[in-house]
């Protein structure tokens, strides 16, 4: 049996740059580290450029610019992180270069990345991993459907591909897919997707979801919304839609509640899906901790209602949710 955990989305810059400064890197993952270490893998979206380069994107209207240093590197390291998806809407916060120091960084360190590469057909490529005794091979395929202007192509950028269900958008789906399986076993989809604050995935997100699954994905990994939503089953393989936030410095949305979230624990049999545990975490200023009641009663009874709208019913066990693989026939 592999445990997969994943994560939503990890910001290391700005005001959690400043933090580090005075805080140890393992400070940041609160008590939630025990959790990630008993995983055989931990996978999170990296909400920002690694980089001392200086000079922020400027080609297009960009708000947010983040950007982390060299401390961030010792901060995944510190959680055992073993790969980070690049395809969102940060990566080149400070221009190809910022890219580019990402991933000299990642790699110096043995983290591995997906979703953004030096051109776009290294942005293609999978993050591959392996985990247990015998190993179960694992690749992890990367998607943005932000900022288009950052796709990559002859330059530094992000594997964009718009959420559709043309045949273009599906054949590019299952071209990814397919190339991952050659390598691995076990292949994750995931997805930086959709707009922030939506509590929920529209029909065409879903739609798209279970495109993906019946394309060949044992799991859909979404991110980007800095919500959790709920999550699905779709011919006995898991959709988390969106994982929400895990560390940053944001202000707090007081209904959508962006410092809510879980540690996803996703169990496999070889490429059998075999489970889902959800931890639910809180998020403060640049560190997340277990949360304990009664906000935890409340994220908890957020995730079940959000899950039902979606036909999945979500079990209460102490400190978590489950859901259980469907029974083979």
């Known amino acids: 049996m592999v445990t997969i955990a994943l994560m939503g989305d990890v910001m290391l810059g700005r005001g959690v740059a400043r933090a580090a400064e005075r805080m140890l890197p393992y400070e940041h993952w609160g ?4 959790v990630l270490h008993v995983a055989d893998l931990r996978i999170c979206n990296l909400e920002c450029a690694i980089t001392g380069h200086q000079r922020p994107w400027a080609r297009s209207p960009k708000v947010y610019h983040f950007r982390g240093d060299r ?3 010792d901060v995944l390291k510190s959680a055992r992180i073993d790969a980070c998806m690049l395809a969102n809407n940060h990566i080149l916060d400070y221009e190809e270069q910022g890219l580019l120091d990402t991933l000299h960084a990642l790699e110096a360190a043995g983290i591995r990345h997906a979703g953004a590469g030096r051109n776009g057909s290294d942005a293609a490529l999978p993050a591959l991993l392996a985990a247990g005794d015998p190993p179960l091979r694992v690749a992890v395929v990367a ?3 932000n900022e288009p202007i950052f796709g990559a192509g002859k330059t530094p950028g992000t594997n964009y591909l718009e959420v559709s269900l043309a045949p273009a958008a599906l054949a590019r789906v299952e071209a990814a897919i397919a190339s991952a399986r050659k390598a691995a076993e076990l292949v994750i989809f995931s997805n930086h997707w959709g707009t922030n604050y939506r509590a929920r ?3 065409l997100f879903r739609d798209f ?3 993906v699954i019946e394309r060949g994905a044992d799991a859909y990994y979404g991110h980007s919304a800095h919500v959790f939503h709920g999550v699905e089953l779709h011919r006995g393989k898991p959709i988390l839609y969106d994982t ?3 560390i940053d410095d944001y202000a707090l949305h007081p209904s959508a509640r962006n410092d809510w979230s879980f540690v ?3 169990r496999f049999d070889g490429a059998q899906f075999a489970g889902l545990e959800m931890v639910p975490v809180q998020l403060r200023f640049a560190k997340v901790e277990l949360a304990r009641d009664p906000q935890r009663a409340a994220i908890m009874q957020r995730m079940q209602a959000l899950s039902a709208e979606l036909g999945t019913a979500l079990v209460r066990s102490g400190d978590r ?3 259980a693989a469907p029974s083979a026939p």
Not at 31 to 34: L, N, S
């Open 31 to 34: 008590d939630t580290a025990p």
């Open 71 to 73: 401390r961030a590197i």
């Open 143 to 145: 998607f943005t459907d």
């Open 201 to 203: 995935p529209s029909p």
């Open 209 to 211: 979801a279970r495109a």
């Open 244 to 246: 929400g936030d895990f």
């Open 264 to 266: 996803f624990l996703l």
């Open 321 to 323: 949710l489950t859901l």
